[in-house]
Nanobody, 120 residues
């Protein structure tokens, strides 16, 4: 069994910063990708940033230059550093991990979500 635990959301003023963390634990053989999605009220879930095993990263256009995704492979942890936040960034942020277990079952997992609110 594998678990994802997210942390780091909260209330921040426009222009401020937050860092989200997501730790994967349990029966993990290898991790293919780790990423962040978000879902704002009344909108569909959308990709924010993705980090692949080879080290490549992809960002949504609306966060380029403001957000940075990084990974600590030894800790099975992915981070999202969010700078220059604006009210449009208000959403529930979800961690997404694609991995293989020790029995070579391939899983796509979602975190429980963490709320980020950008407001004065």
């Amino acid at each position: 069994q594998v678990q994802l635990v997210e942390s780091g959301g909260g209330l921040v003023q426009p222009g401020g910063s937050l860092r989200l963390s997501c730790v994967a634990s349990g029966d993990i053989f290898s991790i293919t990708s780790m990423g962040w999605y978000r879902q704002a009220p009344g909108k569909q879930r959308e990709l924010v940033a993705l980090s692949s095993r080879g080290g490549s990263t992809n960002y949504a256009d609306f966060v380029k230059g403001r957000f940075t995704i990084s990974r600590d492979n030894a800790k099975n942890t992915v981070y999202l550093q969010m700078n220059s936040l604006n009210p449009d960034d208000t959403a529930v942020y979800y961690c997404n991990v694609v991995l293989a277990t020790t029995t070579l079952a391939y899983l796509e997992l979602w975190g429980q979500g963490t709320l980020v609110t950008v407001s004065a």
